[in-house]
Nanobody, 124 residues
Framework: QVQLVESGGGLVQAGGSLRLSCAAS????????MSWFRRAPGKEREFVAA????????YYADSVKGRFTISKDNAKNTVYLQMSSLKPEDTAVYYC?????????????????WGQGTQVTVSS
């Protein structure tokens, strides 16, 4: 069982930066592939970024590529999402997710554990 707690969301102006954190409970964090998803008002939850268990494979949605960076710190049981050059269309609730396994997926179904989400609002 893994519990995930996101933090770091907030209100930022367009062009600004935020770093989201997702702290995981348990002693087997290194066994998990991690990802970030987001849900904007009135839209479906969408993939943002993912990192494999080993950290060797990283994936980004086209909409955030070059602006967002995902990283995984096994010593701290934490996954991060560094967001730069933020746009109003990045406004959403951001969720981290975990699955026990080598592969990180870009769809929601394979993930077993979800955080409660953290709000990111980008003003124009």
């Amino acid at each position: 069982q893994v519990q995930l707690v996101e933090s770091g969301g907030g209100l930022v102006q367009a062009g600004g930066s935020l770093r989201l954190s997702c702290a995981a409970s348990g002693r087997t964090f290194s066994s998990y592939s991690m990802s970030w998803f987001r849900r904007a008002p009135g839209k479906e939850r969408e993939f943002v970024a993912a990192v494999s268990r080993s950290g060797s494979s990283i994936y980004y949605a086209d909409s955030v590529k070059g602006r967002f960076t995902i990283s995984k710190d096994n010593a701290k049981n934490t996954v991060y999402l560094q967001m730069s050059s933020l746009k109003p269309e990045d406004t959403a609730v951001y969720y981290c997710a975990a699955r026990a396994g080598i592969v990180a997926y870009t769809t929601t179904t394979p993930y077993d554990y979800w955080g409660q989400g953290t709000q990111v609002t980008v003003s124009s």
